[in-house]
């Protein structure tokens, strides 16, 4: 028979429960952290001092295809569920807004290269004017080797190289 003693009821009165769609949403959530975790590489991974368990579970992942991924994915999730994900969500968020950063760079950098290359001397007075500690001379010399080996249809060497010179004074 079942004992059905008011003390018995007592201790689960104080306990809060999440409604189902307020835990779907959770768990939404840590499906999301551990997608993004797995896009991670090792070496990123071992720099975040993540359970031995979880680590390993992420490394497995990159390797799986679709049925094994979500089986894998659940286990990341119900590991997920047992540690706290604020630091890993905010250690996952500062790599993105650095991933961003290198993408603005890089494409600031290659439309400046573009620029040079196509417009020539107004270009490059704006540049100097934007960019005074940069050296004209060697700027000035890879954009005529640039044109030139695109008006020969030869490799884009000077002009890979431009790149490589305005994104170090860019910087």
Known sequence: MYDTHAEDYDKFENVERLNKSQQKREIQALLELGKQLASLDAVALGKMNLPHKLFQALLDVQSMKHGAEKRQFK????????????????????????????????????????????????????????????????????????????QQNKPHKSSRALFRLLRDIIR
């Open 75 to 150: 286990l990341i999730c119900k590991i997920l569920r047992q540690i706290n994900t604020e630091s890993l969500q905010e250690t996952i968020d500062e790599l993105g807004l650095k991933k961003e950063d290198q993408d603005k760079n890089f494409h600031r950098t290659e439309r400046w290269r573009n620029r040079l290359i196509e417009e020539g001397q107004t270009a490059m007075t704006e540049f100097m004017a934007k960019y005074p500690q940069a050296a004209a001379g060697e700027i000035r010399q890879l954009v005529r080797n640039a044109n030139k080996e695109l």
